[in-house]
C-alpha cells in the first residue's frame, strides 16, 4: 500500500530537491571527499554521533532496551574520555557497536502508525510520526539547553556538517539508486520505507546497502 496520498505535492517538492542537490549539495559533498582527507571526516562522524548518545540513550530506555541503553552509555563514556571527546571510537573496537534509535521509532514501537508519507523539500522522505519525533528528540538533546551567547553558528555548523557528511557517504548510492530506477520518486519513497522498517526491528530485517536517510 503506497499511503502517499500528497503524492502530486510530494513529487513537486521531490523534483525541486533533486534539482538544488544536483546544482549544490551533491558538488559540495564531492568537494568535501576530496579535500578532507577519509580518516577526519570519519573523526567527524564520530564525534556527531558521540554527541547524539543522550539522544539515542533516552529512546533505548523508553523502548525498555535496557541492554542497549548500557552500550550507549558505555559508547558514550569510553568515547568522550579515550576516544578525545568522541573523535575516536574506541568503543567500537572493544566490542561495543554503535545502534542508533530516535523518537519515531520509539512510536513505533509502542504502535503509532507513520501517518501518509511526505517529501520534506530539501530534508527529504519522512512522516508525521518522524516529525514528531525529531521534535521530541531536539528535547532530548542536553545541548538544544546550552547556551552559545554570541557563538551562534555553532549549532548550525552541527547540522550542517551532519547533512555534508550524510550526502557523501551516500554518493555512490543515489547515484545507482537514479541510474537504475524506472521511477526514481518511488524507488526512493520505497527505500525509505524499507530502512525505517528495519531501523523500527533493530535490524532484524537484515537488508544490506540501505541508503542512510
Known amino acids: 500500500m503506497e499511503n502517499d496520498p500528497f503524492e502530486n505535492l510530494n513529487r513537486t517538492t521531490f523534483d525541486f530537491t533533486i534539482k538544488v542537490d544536483k546544482a549544490v549539495f551533491r558538488p559540495t559533498a564531492l568537494v568535501y571527499r576530496r579535500v578532507v582527507p577519509q580518516t577526519v571526516r570519519e573523526s567527524f562522524r564520530n564525534f556527531l554521533n558521540n554527541l547524539n ?7 533505548d530506555v523508553l523502548q ?14 569510553i568515547n568522550t574520555t579515550l576516544g578525545i571527546g568522541g573523535l575516536l571510537d574506541i568503543a567500537d573496537r572493544w566490542g561495543y557497536v554503535r545502534h542508533s534509535e530516535d523518537f519515531g521509532q520509539t512510536l513505533a514501537v509502542y504502535g503509532i502508525g507513520e501517518g501518509p508519507y511526505l517529501f520534506f523539500p530539501l530534508l527529504g522522505p519522512g512522516n508525521p510520526r518522524d516529525l514528531l519525533g525529531y ?19 555553532v549549532p548550525y555548523t552541527r547540522f550542517g556538517i551532519d547533512l555534508l557528511d550524510v550526502r557523501e557517504r551516500n554518493i555512490e548510492t543515489f547515484d545507482e539508486i537514479e ?27 537484515e537488508i544490506q546497502d540501505l541508503p542512510d536517510f
Open 64 to 77: 525498555g532496551e535496557i541492554d542497549r541503553a548500557g552500550t550507549t552509555a558505555l559508547r558514550a563514556g
Open 179 to 205: 541510474m537504475n530506477s524506472l521511477d526514481y520518486y518511488a524507488s526512493v519513497r520505497s527505500l525509505y520505507r524499507q530502512t525505517r522498517a528495519n531501523e523500527i526491528r533493530n535490524g532484524a530485517m
Open 53 to 59: 548518545s543522550p539522544v539515542v540513550f533516552a529512546n
Open 135 to 153: 521534535i521530541i528528540d531536539f528535547a532530548f538533546d542536553p545541548l538544544t539547553y546550552v547556551q552559545w551567547g554570541d557563538e551562534i553558528w
